[in-house]
Antibody, heavy 120, light 107 residues
Framework: VQLVESGGGLVKPGGSLRLSCAAS????????MDWVRQAPGKGLEWVAV????????YYADSVKGRFTISRDNAKNTLYLQMNSLRAEDTAVYYC??????????????WGQGTLVTVSS | DIQMTQSPSSLSASVGDRVTITCRAS??????VNWYQQKPGKAPNFLIY???SLQSGVPSRFSGSGSGTDFTLTISSLQPEDFAVYYC?????????FGQGTKLEIK
């Protein structure tokens, strides 16, 4: 299993960025996928999840209405469109797969992360 | 929203020690708790799911227990590679949430 994030960088407050996560080594279209972030020196914060078919999405309150999670199962790729970015969105963003373990859905595989910095 | 509270926030221990980290949920979440280990500059590593089931490949010195609101992660005999930050996480319902982390340091 490999998850490789890209698209991070420096963006001004109010700006937009789209992150991508290229998946390989598993049947991508069978798994829910999540974004989790970690601000510098802080703990982990769940951001969003999308179902395996892309029909259901859920978001943390902190990003609802500004971020959109999506996926392209033909390309084995997960996305996070981030709009109206704020300084508090500065973090390493990880994509993670949601394995199905007897009804539990832990984040069983993680990418290496991509850093998003929101600053003027 | 469900809050996950870990204790302690940091812990100093020696190689060979037995350590326990606790995690409390703000409401009952059955056994929908998972545990992760994170080393500096690295992505988290998945250890335990369903409160007590060890992920494949994780050493048997790691164990988890609990149900409802109170959960524990125990390392039976600390090894040098176990010094890291540990997080609990609830997958009972969205928004999913993590504990604030427990930093396990070498004494």
């Amino acid at each position: 299993v490999q998850l490789v994030e890209s698209g991070g960088g420096l963006v001004k407050p109010g700006g937009s960025l789209r992150l991508s996560c290229a998946a390989s080594g598993f049947i991508f279209s069978s798994y829910g996928m999540d974004w989790v972030r970690q601000a510098p020196g802080k703990g982990l914060e769940w951001v969003a999840v999308i179902s395996y078919a892309g029909t259901n999405e859920y978001y943390a309150d902190s990003v609802k209405g500004r971020f959109t999670i999506s996926r392209d199962n033909a390309k084995n790729t997960l996305y996070l469109q981030m709009n109206s970015l704020r300084a508090e969105d500065t973090a390493v963003y990880y994509c993670a797969s949601s394995g199905n373990y007897g009804g539990n859905n832990p984040f069983d595989h993680w990418g290496q992360g991509t850093l998003v910095t929101v600053s003027s | 929203d469900i809050q996950m509270t870990q204790s302690p926030s940091s812990l100093s221990a020696s190689v060979g020690d037995r350590v326990t980290i606790t995690c409390r949920a703000s409401q009952s979440i059955s056994t929908y708790v998972n545990w992760y280990q994170q080393k500096p500059g690295k992505a988290p590593n998945f250890l335990i799911y369903g409160a007590s089931s060890l992920q494949s490949g994780v050493p048997s010195r790691f164990s988890g227990s609990g149900s409802g609101t109170d959960f524990t992660l125990t390392i039976s005999s600390l090894q040098p590679e176990d010094f890291a930050v540990y997080y609990c996480q609830q997958s009972y319902t969205t928004p999913y949430s993590f504990g604030q982390g427990t930093k396990l340091e070498i004494k």
